[in-house]
């Protein structure tokens, strides 16, 4: 039996909220057109995960609006933490669905540099908008998900670096969960112009305990020439979320995409994230720590494709899995042919910590050209008993050793995170997890 | 005065017997030499002690102050004061040395006692200058790419941050330099004192001429042969072991020898 995809909106709903956001018409039109092609498209078939009987298309409700925020001291404590309260620096701020809070210096401001949430953007930078939005990225018609993700996006960020423009600090958005009714349908566009910097990185933070809706997530990052992007994420969203989660980058000429990926939802996941290396000499490394408890059920498709010449792609995740949870991952690096010395390397460390958890690394490298490099290592093995000795040899007790070993193995990927709030706030969510 | 007492120890590896009744007894302010060719039962000892999973105690009784050690779990004998520096230390990715170094170190003292920041990078500041080891080596990976002899002084490191009353040092001295030696002698030589007491065990005369020994013991065959005091280790340094088969009437085994 296959969950019944009727779906509870009608274009017409999609039309006038569309218009109730105040967005652009183009918009409007592009949604209704994504929504006619929803009935016929094809739910995704991720690798070794059967989603058939998944529900990603029941919500109670399309959108809620939520509180907005003057000023940052009206977050929860857990929230403020992620930010330097006395300069918050760039940051985007989306409470539920409703954009909640703003901050963008006046100097990158002159500078050109965009921060803004989706609705306005398509008013305020359409044209910028409309070049990015499900074009050169993510398709519409891809599959069921992303053609839902582009009828019902509720939310998201725009943003926009031009070119030259180096930003030390990063840029952070934050998109806070509280009420059980709501799905999220966001829609995040970075884009680098040539020979920009910077890094961005978003939490996804749940302080219900329970949800009801759905997180379809699609965000699209494009590196202009000789750019260099670094996108950090911090997904914690509750249990009850099935979330589609779909990050998606596209590389120019000389530029480097990192992803940092600490993905940590409490409910089953399908995560994809794939990188196309389009520009000669272009570079992905993509990061992600992931970790399963009690049923949980989470597949994630890691892909680095080489389309320039000199491309390099790293993949590397570190998985730690205990109860009965399941995580696949799919690791593929592909080489297309042209890409003329081209590297692919990709490597898993699994974890287990528990006998009836599951972890499974599928590494695929798919090579049509012939001077290229290519390898994977994947390891899949429970704490080793010899470092807990050493560890508790020095007094450390069996619960703190551990804790260690299980920290420092999600440590390479963790310490990647470059802002302190986020760094730790990742830690404490790896904490809960594993206790 | 503290005792660590050792006595009849029999201790089986994979079914293998490796220990054939060991008596050992060290006190604090005291500090003994274990020698012995490749493959007599010297690590296993020490593993014993410390109470690693693999070695079996068959038989025999290990005491601290008259507690049973071989009662308590790997973490309770390191906090009742035993430790082992390792022949071979494992690798843990992903903790740093420091962070490792201060649980260890709170480990030991009452929640809420933690050390307190700046006293413990003081500390390991000290220490670290003492042993003339790299700044980055507290920040870098446990042991993670450590070379063979920067792993020992990390050992030896972790033996002055921990101040335990008795410690076990299995090779301390395999794969240093001469330099290296003399820097890891002094940081045993700084605990020496009332409340310490040392075995170390060693191929080499050359260590014991940094740490001068009060007492030294041959192991051959699982079994200690031979005790005496620092003049034995000349001797064993001059004449290797085939007087001592000869005199007790051992026959010589085959032993692999390391790579
Ligand atoms: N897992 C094992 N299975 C069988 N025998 C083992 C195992 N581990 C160690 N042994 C054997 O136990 C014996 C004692 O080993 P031990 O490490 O105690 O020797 P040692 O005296 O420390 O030698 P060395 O001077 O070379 O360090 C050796 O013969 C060794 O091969
Ligand atoms: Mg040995």
């Not at chain 1, 017409?12 to 967005?23: A, G, L, T």
């Not at chain 1, 961005?200 to 749940?206: D, L, R, W």
């Not at chain 2, 990715?93 to 700046?118: H, W």
């Not at chain 2, 034995?232 to 790579?259: F, N, R, S």
């Amino acid at each position: 039996m296959t969950v019944e995809t009727k779906l509870a909106l009608t274009e017409q709903d999609v039309r006038s909220y569309s218009e109730k956001m105040n967005e652009a018409a183009w918009m409007t039109d592009f949604r209704a057109d994504a929504f006619a092609k929803l009935e016929q498209l094809p739910m995704p078939k991720p690798d070794k995960t059967r989603i058939d009987r998944w529900n990603f298309t029941d919500f109670p409700i399309h959108a809620v609006e939520s509180s907005v925020y003057s000023s940052l001291d009206e977050l929860p404590a857990k929230a403020r933490e992620l930010f330097d309260a006395e300069k918050p620096g760039s940051l985007y701020i989306q409470h539920n669905n409703t954009p909640a809070f703003l901050s963008l210096s006046d100097d990158l401001k002159a500078k050109g540099v965009i921060l803004t949430d989706i609705f306005t953007a398509t008013r305020e930078h359409g044209e910028l908008v409309k070049k990015y939005y499900m074009t050169n990225g993510v398709k519409v018609d891809e599959h069921k998900l992303t053609a839902l993700n582009a009828a019902f996006m509720n939310g998201g960020v725009f943003v926009y670096v031009p070119k030259n423009v180096v930003i030390e600090e990063p840029i952070q958005a934050l998109f806070l969960h509280d009420d059980e009714q709501v799905s999220l349908f966001n829609h995040i566009i970075v884009v680098a112009e040539a020979n920009s910097s910077f890094t961005y990185i978003e939490n996804y933070m749940s302080t219900v305990a329970n949800a009801k809706g759905q997180a379809n997530i699609v965000s699209e990052v494009f590196t202009g020439d000789n750019s260099n992007v670094t996108y950090g994420a911090v997904d914690v969203l509750s249990e009850g979320f099935t979330t589609y989660v779909n990050r998606r980058g596209v590389t120019g000429r000389d530029s480097q995409l990192n992803w940092v990926l600490g993905l940590m939802n409490d409910g089953n996941t399908i995560a994809e994230n794939i990188t196309h290396l389009v520009g000669d000499n272009s570079g992905a490394d993509m990061k992600t720590v992931v970790v399963g408890t009690g049923k949980q059920r989470q597949n994630f498709t890691t892909e680095i494709i080489s389309w320039g010449k000199n491309t390099n792609g790293m993949i590397l995740k570190h998985a730690v899995v205990k109860d009965e949870s399941t995580a696949i991952f799919n690791g593929i690096g592909k080489i297309t042919k042209g890409a003329v010395g081209s590297n692919a390397e990709q490597e898993s460390r699994m974890l287990m910590l528990s006998p009836r958890a599951r972890a499974d690394a599928n590494p695929i490298l798919l090579i049509d050209e012939d001077e290229v490099t290519a390898g994977h290592a994947a390891t899949v093995g429970r704490v080793d008993p010899i470092e807990m000795f050493y560890l508790m040899s020095r007094g450390i007790t069996k619960t703190e050793a551990e804790r260690l070993i299980i920290h420092g193995f999600l440590a390479p990927v963790v310490d990647k995170l470059k802002v302190e709030g986020v760094k730790k706030l990742l830690t404490e969510v790896i904490e809960r997890k594993v206790r | 005065m503290s005792t660590l007492e050792i006595k009849g120890l029999h201790v089986e590896i994979e079914g293998k017997e490796i220990l054939k009744g060991v008596d050992l007894t060290i006190n604090t302010n005291e500090i003994h030499a274990i020698m012995g060719p490749n493959g007599t039962g010297k690590s296993t000892l020490a593993q014993a002690i410390m109470g690693h999973p693999r070695y079996e105690v068959t038989a025999g009784t290990i005491t601290l102050d008259g507690e049973d050690v071989l009662e308590m779990e790997v973490d309770e004998r390191a906090r009742a004061g035993i430790f082992l520096a390792m022949q071979y230390p494992s690798e843990v990715n992903g903790v740093t040395n420091a962070d490792f170094l201060r649980s260890s170190i709170n480990a030991k003292r009452e929640e809420g006692d933690e050390i307190p920041l700046m006293s413990f990078i003081r500390e390991l500041d000290a220490k670290m200058e003492t042993l003339e080891m790299d700044e980055d080596m507290a920040t870098r990976y446990l042991n993670e790419g450590f070379s063979g002899g920067e792993k020992k002084r990390n050992e030896i490191l972790q033996l002055m941050m921990l101040k335990p009353k008795f410690a076990v040092l299995d090779e301390i001295d395999s794969g240093l330099d001469i330099d290296a030696l003399k820097v890891v002698a002094k940081g045993v030589n700084e605990l020496r004192g009332e409340d310490f007491g040392c075995l170390i065990i060693t191929h080499y005369q050359r260590l014991l001429d940094y740490i001068t020994p009060d007492k030294v013991h041959v192991m051959i065959q699982g079994k200690v042969v031979q005790s005496g005091g620092a003049e034995l280790a000349l001797k064993l340094e001059e004449q290797g072991y085939d007087w001592l088969h000869e005199e007790l009437g051992i026959e010589a085994e085959t032993v692999e020898q390391e790579a």
